[in-house]
């Protein structure tokens, strides 16, 4: 089988070909990636030498650039993870999320179509299209109830809103073409080598910076944390199990709050390195102003998943987040 990874060379992309590689042999993976700033090939440095293995520098807002690779490399199928994420960032300048996230998935949606209908495609292949996308489409919620697949959308800022517009893009072709596609809406993700940008790394590297560690508001927000290998097991389980047209919910079912995150953090840091101010890296938490349209929670129901398909995660997040904290000391050291 011949796959596409869009965004192969970010953090979740980078994981999931990993993964890929590694538990199914008869797998051949093209890596397609622009290559922004949120991205480092360096990580599948191990896969250079596999003849499974294949990296294409690509901006999928590039219609052309698209056809040519579709085209070229046949693929059976798509992981699309190819996407702007970073809050903070479409704040300040919307416009590359509505670029990247929207358009970019037109383009990749569409040239797919175009070839699986195609003389050239192979009758018997599967051509699936699988489009990973955010619990944050969703909105936010008060101190009760989860997010379930028929949640209406009410996103808030515009990261959310291009990864609502993709959506909705992708559930279209399957309500107009038959295109056998499959959506699934994750959770916060962590693990080793996401983008020093992301909260996790933020708190590592400003505490052993000595720097002061941002909290936006009170640190109340909650978030649900899913440890990136589960993410990867079950966007496998929905590409080879899911019904076509069909959303999924992926999350850790592991809520915490903003600060009890950042303190908890902060003592493995205290365990595993010591010296932070007065022996305590907590002493380097201050809290700063909220940022516009900062929804409050984000929880997951994952009870379709479950039920439909079998997958929910099984990684500890305690011993995980330890170990996801060890990996960036080493890297910052």
Not at 294 to 307: E, G, L, P, W
Request: charged share 25%; proline share 5%; aromatic share 12%.
């Amino acid at each position: 089988m011949r796959v596409i990874v869009t965004g192969g060379a970010g953090f979740i992309g980078s994981n999931l070909i990993l993964y890929l590689h590694e538990n199914f042999p008869d797998i051949e993976i093209l890596n397609l990636d622009k290559l922004t700033y949120a991205s480092d090939v360096n990580y599948l440095s191990s896969l250079k030498q596999s003849g499974r293995y294949h990296f294409k520098k690509l901006d999928l807002v590039d219609r052309n650039a698209v056809k040519e690779a579709v085209k070229t490399w046949k693929p059976d199928g798509v992981f699309h993870l190819a996407a702007e994420s970073h809050v903070d960032n479409s704040i300040q300048g919307p416009e590359p999320f509505i670029l990247s996230n929207v358009v970019g998935t037109f383009n990749i949606l569409e040239e797919c179509r175009q070839f699986w209908n195609s003389a050239e495609s192979e009758p018997d292949s599967p051509k699936r299209f699988l489009h990973v996308s955010t619990d944050e489409v969703y909105g936010a919620l008060g101190s009760d109830g989860s997010f379930t697949e028929t949640t209406p959308y009410a996103p808030n800022s515009p990261y959310s809103a291009s990864k609502a517009g993709s959506d909705m893009i992708v559930r279209s072709y399957f309500h107009t073409y038959n295109l056998n596609t499959v959506i699934t809406n994750c959770s916060n993700n962590y693990g080793p080598h996401q983008h020093d940008e992301k909260l996790i790394p933020t708190v590592i590297r400003k505490a052993l910076k000595k720097e002061e560690i941002p909290v936006y508001g009170s640190g109340e927000n909650v978030r649900d944390w899913l440890y990136v290998k589960d993410h990867c097991s079950a966007l496998m389980t929905v590409f080879q199990s899911g019904n076509a047209g069909e959303h999924y919910n992926i999350g850790g079912e592991n809520e915490w709050k903003n600060i009890d995150l950042v303190r908890s953090i902060c003592d493995i840091l205290n365990r595993e390195v010591g010296k932070g101010p007065e022996d305590d890296y907590q002493n380097l938490i201050t809290f700063v102003k909220d940022r516009p349209g900062h929804d409050f929670r984000y929880s997951v129901d994952i009870q379709k998943i479950k039920n439909e398909l079998g997958w929910e995660p099984t990684e500890n997040f305690v011993e995980k987040l330890a170990e996801t904290v060890r990996w960036y000391i080493n890297r910052y050291s």
